[in-house]
């Protein structure tokens, strides 16, 4: 079945410096979701990614797809201490109706 | 507001012990879904349900039971827990099953 790796599984970065989640598909996706669930709360929607090289911004968020629609990356710039909490990328593929979560990058961030 | 409920938000049982953990989305969505979240292996699906009456196996549907009897509800049934189904439990929702997940608050549950 399909498989989504995330990298790294923790991540500790300081206040100000940039933090990048990398998710790779053993699959061609149809689409690509990013989701942050913060210490003790649920998963919350960030984005959805659907074309081959698509790039999006979300002020100091930035989203990709790659080009062969098996890998994403999230960017976070200047990150700070409400950045933190665990970032999942999330995969469907082709015609599958289910959504395969990668397993997660726990960002802390010190003051 | 619109949002998903979970029912009850923890719960202590023991082996064997029939239970049920309820989910309800007022936001009109057709699409269910059942997910566990496990240290180090993010969260798994377990059951999915694209409209009434229509359900489907996730990635570790072993030991679980789901209905959509009506759109809003979809419930989870453990027939006979065990101690490996100790885990926060998330029920989520969708307008489809490509769309934005809305998650509920969880259900941490403990089988000894």
């Known amino acids: 079945g399909q498989q989504v790796m995330q990298i790294p599984q923790y991540q500790h970065v300081q206040e100000g410096e940039d933090f990048t989640t990398y998710c790779n598909s053993s699959?061609?996706?149809?689409?690509i979701q990013w989701y942050k669930q913060r210490p003790g709360g649920h998963p919350v929607f960030l984005i959805q990614?659907?074309?081959?090289?698509e790039v999006k911004k979300q002020k100091r968020l930035t989203f990709q797809f790659g080009e062969a629609k098996k890998n994403s990356s999230l960017h976070i710039t200047a990150t700070q201490t409400t950045d933190v909490g665990t970032y999942f990328c999330a995969g469907q593929s082709g015609s599958a109706r289910q959504l395969t979560f990668g397993s997660g990058t726990q960002l802390t961030v010190l003051p | 507001e619109a949002q998903v409920t979970q029912n009850p938000r923890y719960l202590i049982t023991v082996t064997g012990k029939k239970l049920t953990v309820t989910c309800s989305q007022n936001m009109n969505h057709e699409y269910m879904s059942w997910y566990r979240q496990d240290p180090g292996l993010g969260l798994r699906q377990i059951y999915y349900s694209m409209n009434v009456e229509v359900t489907d196996k996730g990635d570790v549907p072993e030991g679980y039971k789901v209905s959509r009897k009506e759109k809003r509800n979809f419930p989870l049934i453990l027939e006979s827990p065990s101690p490996n189904q100790t885990s926060l439990y998330f029920c989520a929702s969708s307008f489809g099953d490509f769309n934005e997940q809305f998650f509920g608050p969880g259900t941490r549950l403990t089988v000894l």
């Open positions: 699959t061609t996706l149809s689409n």
């Open positions: 990614l659907v074309k081959s090289g």
